[in-house]
Structures are given as C-alpha cells and as structure tokens.
C-alpha cells in the first residue's frame, strides 16, 4: 500500500531509534525552532555535514497543532532555517481575525481567525500529498482530538499502522490543519469518508491529555497496536521533546474571590489547568520512566528534580526535555530586559509581531540547554548524504549513568 520503500525500511531496520516530539503554542513555535537550530547545528558539527537535516537523524517526528506544522515540514526533509523563514514571512496569514456581520461579539461566540488563510498556507507548502506520499523523509505523527467520538487520534504515514488503511488517503494539509484546529481559535475541521463514515469532527490534538505529545509519540514507536513495536532500553529509544514556552498558571487569589459564583469566568481557567496538570503529568511519567540528562533542568518545583527516581530495574529509554519560561527572571538571564507588557505580549500564542524575538528567546535557550553529549554516540547514523559518523561500540546504561552523573534525589 506504500508508495515509499525507503522509509518502510528505514521504519523496520533494526538498531536505536531516534524521536522527535514537537508541542503546540501557535506562533510560540518559533520557540522550538530556536532550540531545533541549536540541535541542527550539533548534528551538523559531529557528522560533518553542513546539509544534514533533522529528517537525516530522527526516524519519528510529531507534534501536535503548530508542532504538527513544524514536524510535518521536517520529516518532508526542510531545514530548520527554511521551517523558520516560513513562520517569519507568513507567519500573519495564519491569524488574520475571523470577519463576522456581529462584529467582535460574532468572534466571542465563535472562532476568532478565519481558516482560509490557514488553509491556504498549508496548501501552499503541503500541496496535494497526503499521509501515503513517497517523498515523506521519516516517520510522521499528526496529533488530533475526534469530537464525536471522543478519542485522541494519532495519524500517522506508517504503513504498519492498523488504521493506516484508512487514514492513508487523507490530504496533508487537512491533517495538519485539523490538528492546528485550537477551539475558539478556529473552527473544528469536518472530514468525509473516513473508514466509511459520513463525517467526524476534529479539532486541536492538544485540547486532551496529550497537549505535551512526547507520550502519544512514545506510544506510537513502542506500542505493538501501532504497528511499529520498537524495542524499548535506554540504548534503544531516544526521545526529544520541545515546547513552545512555559506560562504560569498562578492567579490573584483577590480577583479570583471576585469571580467565585461566575461560571463563565471559572469553567475556563479550570479547563486551561486540566490541560496544564495533563501536561506535568505527562513530564512526571516521562521522566520517571526514563535516563534524563536534562532532569536538572526540569521545572517540577512540587517533586524537586526526578534524577534517579526509575520506575523499575532499568530505564525504558533515553528523555530529552527543553523548553523555557516566559516568566520576567528566565528572559533576563537570557539577555532579555523585558517590560511587564512585553512578557505579556510574548505569552499570547498569537501576537506574530513578537515572531523574531521569540526565535531569538527560543535559540538563546537552546545554546544554555542543548549540550552535544545529550545525543550519546549510541544513537549516531549514517546521513542521507553518504557519510557517517562511526560510533565506538555500543554503549549500554551504565555507560550513560557515567557519562551523565548525578547525585540522588532526595
């Protein structure tokens, strides 16, 4: 059924696999772009090869909403430069406000951004490929959430997949779009035909339990049910996992005393923390299932950093976790003097004015967090330009436990 034999082997060699997670955030995907270049840039340095791309090393990418944009581009073999420029240039296009005969209160009740120039730009990149397209450089995931039916769908182009026959049609762009569909941002996205039904209903993948989806993706590579069943060990599985920007949560107790008999004003902010507590729960099993060299960095101020705490005999795999605070103390550390108003500014997902500067955020965080030994030479392949960076033998746990020490928690 597989029009791509190239990444069906790719998909069925054995040895250590490589993924890649990619959050949503709107326009603060610049964020991860900026780390993406940093990681771009080592691997450029260590295989010696200044037109290696992110498809060349990770044989999974996926994300959900503008993370599926950014995946989508990358497992098609862009770089993280042409990725970026294409959020810069026609970054506005994506959130032209949704015109409507009731004027700002239509755009209460309904979607705030008209689709079409979404639809449009993602036509102009995606073109009439779908999931079963040849030219797909790795293995891709498209997070969504089906409505009707109350499910969290990974689409994916793995021809192993039990519902890749199904699935396999779709245009990308509409995945994509679908997954990029944020309620009250814009409009859920209607599908015909699929599996033989009428319609469904999809909108945002992130607006579930998966907002973060390094977990979904985890599951995809692993699980049997996916059709992949990769081998699970801390030499076996490399899992990154890149946000958008992290924005507390934290309201004014006072304000909050104002508002304690309004549902209107309580049913969304409880339904932004559920999604924020699905996202820290997800990070907690992340990390507690896995070897983390970036551990010290991670922001579980309830937990203090997990370290050493395993669930189990041995890790499941090797995690990978970057993102930085939108918060006054972290941009300045950064190099950024930022006014209340500008931080502010920076946190709304849709402000494209901010673009430039949230690449920036996102690229001086990558040079603070991203260390090229993150990436053990157990994981090294050969690019898809011929060379190859050859690895000194297989190195097994304890020797990752040595090459990244740290003291217990506790």
Same mark, same amino acid.
């Given at each position: ?189 209607? &599908?015909?035909?699929?599996?033989? !039904?009428? +319609? $469904? *209903?999809?909108?945002?993948?992130? /607006?579930?339990?998966? #907002? ?123 190099? &950024?003097?930022?006014?209340?108003? !500008?931080? +502010? $500014? *920076?946190?709304?997902?849709?402000? /494209?004015?901010?673009? #430039? ?54």
């Amino acid at each position: 059924m597989s029009s791509n034999p190239r990444l069906v082997a790719r998909l069925k060699k054995p040895g250590p696999k490589r993924l890649l997670a990619l959050d949503g955030g709107g326009i603060r995907g610049l964020i991860s772009l900026g780390y993406l270049a940093r990681i771009e840039r080592l691997l450029r340095r260590r295989y010696r090869d200044e037109r290696l791309v992110l498809s060349d090393y990770f044989d999974l990418i996926g994300g959900t909403s503008t993370g599926a944009i950014i995946a989508s581009l990358l497992a098609l073999g862009r770089s993280v430069e042409q990725v970026r420029e294409l959020y810069l240039s026609q970054g506005h296009a994506a959130f032209q406000p949704l015109r409507s005969w009731m004027g700002p209160f239509g755009r209460i009740l309904g979607a705030k951004f008209d689709e079409e120039p979404l639809e449009h730009l993602l036509k102009s990149q995606f073109g009439e490929r779908t999931l079963a397209s040849s030219d797909f450089k790795t293995g891709l995931m498209v997070l969504v959430r089906r409505v009707d039916t109350a499910a969290v769908w990974a689409l994916v182009n793995l021809p192993t997949h039990r519902f890749y026959a199904s699935n396999h049609t779709l245009p990308l762009w509409e995945v994509v779009c679908a997954s990029a569909a944020a309620p009250t941002y814009f409009k859920p996205r209607v &599908f015909s035909g699929i599996a033989g !039904e009428d +319609e $469904a *209903l999809f909108v945002d993948g992130g /607006v579930s339990m998966y #907002r973060q989806p390094a977990l979904k993706l985890l599951m995809v590579a692993t699980l049997r049910g996916f059709g992949l069943g990769w081998p699970v060990g801390a030499d076996e599985i490399l899992l990154c996992s890149i946000g958008t920007g992290i924005v507390s949560q934290q309201q004014n107790l006072e304000a909050l005393r104002r508002y304690r008999n309004s549902n209107l004003h309580m049913l969304p902010l409880l339904l932004t923390q559920l999604i924020d507590d699905a996202s820290e729960l997800s990070e907690t099993i992340l990390q507690w299932l896995s070897w983390s060299p970036t551990s010290a960095q991670d922001l579980h101020y309830r937990l203090g950093t997990l370290g050493w705490n395993q669930l189990g005999h041995e890790p499941l795999f090797t995690y990978l976790r970057y993102d930085v605070a939108l918060e006054k103390d972290e941009l300045t550390a950064l190099g &950024f003097d930022l006014a209340t108003a !500008e931080i +502010e $500014a *920076l946190q709304d997902m849709t402000q /494209v004015d901010n673009a #430039r500067k949230l690449y920036d955020i996102g690229l001086q965080a990558g040079l603070r967090d991203v260390e090229e030994k993150h990436y053990p030479t157990v994981f090294d392949v050969a690019t898809s330009h011929g060379l190859r960076w050859e690895r000194a033998g297989v190195r097994r746990f304890r020797f990752l436990r040595h090459l990244f020490p740290q003291e217990k928690a506790g």
